[in-house]
């Protein structure tokens, strides 16, 4: 597959490219993305230099779609969906760079690639879902906030660095009100 561009009022979303590549490393110092996201810890320079190819190869394979999400010249995070499994199935991730938090830019970002991934003209999912790492607050609220239903809990459901560990599930269908749903989990 093609990389897709996106845009939404603030963002443009497109693959990530070489000149990201500081930009990606700095952000990935952040603790809450080392603790809560796949990323490697420690975060190097060279895994921000692999990343690059990295997400190219697998647009070229469709399986895990990354977005750079860009405000002007600014790195605002990067979002994808992952696992896409060839049956309507796939995984919303995200990660926001430090400074670019608590303004929408999530959201925002988030509803232009869950609008791609249920249309036919885009991924023609079915069914998108959410973990994270229990505790996770602010990505669940996130999450909420996009119409994710919560569905449950999955006892050592995510493979962490230090071992797996407990994950929240929530799941988007693709002919879900998207207006959003109390979660048991969060307290308001
Ligand atoms: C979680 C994260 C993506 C949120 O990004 P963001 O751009 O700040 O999110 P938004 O500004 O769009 O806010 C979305 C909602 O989450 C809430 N929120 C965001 N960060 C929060 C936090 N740290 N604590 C509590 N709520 C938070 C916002 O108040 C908002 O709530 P509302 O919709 O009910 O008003 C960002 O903090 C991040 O990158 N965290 C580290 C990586 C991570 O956890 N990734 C997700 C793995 S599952």
Request: charge should be negative.
């Amino acid at each position: 597959m093609e990389p897709v561009t996106l845009t939404t009022k603030r963002l443009e979303l497109s693959a990530p490219r070489e000149s990201d590549v500081e930009a990606i490393y700095e952000a990935c110092q952040d603790r809450d993305t080392q603790r809560y996201t796949t990323v490697p810890s420690p975060y190097t320079h060279e895994h921000a230099a692999d990343f690059v190819p990295r997400v190219a190869a697998q647009w070229s394979e469709g399986v895990h779609l990354t977005w750079a999400m860009r405000e002007g010249d600014v790195l605002a995070g990067m979002i994808g969906l992952y696992r896409l499994d060839g049956a309507g199935g796939g995984e919303l991730g995200y990660w926001v760079s430090p400074w670019s938090r608590r303004r929408g830019l999530l959201t925002e970002a988030a509803r232009a690639v869950l609008a791609w991934g249920f249309s036919p003209d885009g991924a023609r999912l079915e069914r998108i879902e959410w973990r994270a790492v229990v505790g996770n607050e602010g990505s669940a609220r996130a999450a909420r906030t996009l119409g994710f239903r919560y569905e449950g809990l999955l006892r050592a459901g995510i493979a962490g660095k230090k071992g797996r560990v407990d994950a929240w599930i929530a799941g988007l269908l693709a002919d879900d009100d998207a207006t959003p749903q109390p979660w048991s989990v969060l307290a308001d």
